[in-house]
């Protein structure tokens, strides 16, 4: 036959739940902290390579219309000339 349950035993499982939710609890902080430093380093990442790739886009000459800086650099008429041989 099983043992009763005593008012004690039931105390005790009282206890060891409020203990695990506690500790549930405090993880939940930890994790939900953690959740932010990523979503914070994963802004700064993206914030990192937007910056280099204009950088790249600037020492190429191009912008986001396109190669406008080029055409300045360029007379927008040329000379032909014929060689024969």
Known sequence: MPRQKTEAITFLDIHKLIVEKKRLH??????????????????????QVAQLERGIQEKRGFTKTGFSSLQDEFPNNFDTLLVDY
Do not use: Y
């Open 26 to 47: 405090d993880e939940l902080g930890l994790v939900t902290a953690r959740q932010q430093q990523i979503q914070q380093r994963i802004a700064w990442l993206n914030q």
